[in-house]
């Protein structure tokens, strides 16, 4: 095997990893953007404290569903419907 039947071996490699490379770059510039606007609609400048509140929000919203089919269960006994 000579060197350019390696070079040729080897191109379809180093073709993925530099389109990797392309992709990790353009998500890198996403995740920063996303992080930018966290932070200024949101006060949020992480990642761990986004999880953070997005676990705080379900646990919210969880109650509040519960409240509502408590409520709903209530009216709808109370008024026979």
Known sequence: MNIKEIQADL???KDGIEEADKAL???DG???EI???LK???GISS???AIKK???LTKEKEKLEKEIQAEY???KSEYDW
């Open 11 to 13: 191109k379809p490699l």
């Open 54 to 56: 997005r676990d705080q």
């Open 40 to 42: 200024s609609k949101c």
């Open 47 to 49: 990642e761990e404290e």
């Open 30 to 32: 996403q995740e920063s």
């Open 25 to 27: 770059s353009r998500l």
């Open 73 to 75: 269960t209530s009216l």
């Open 35 to 37: 992080l930018k606007q």
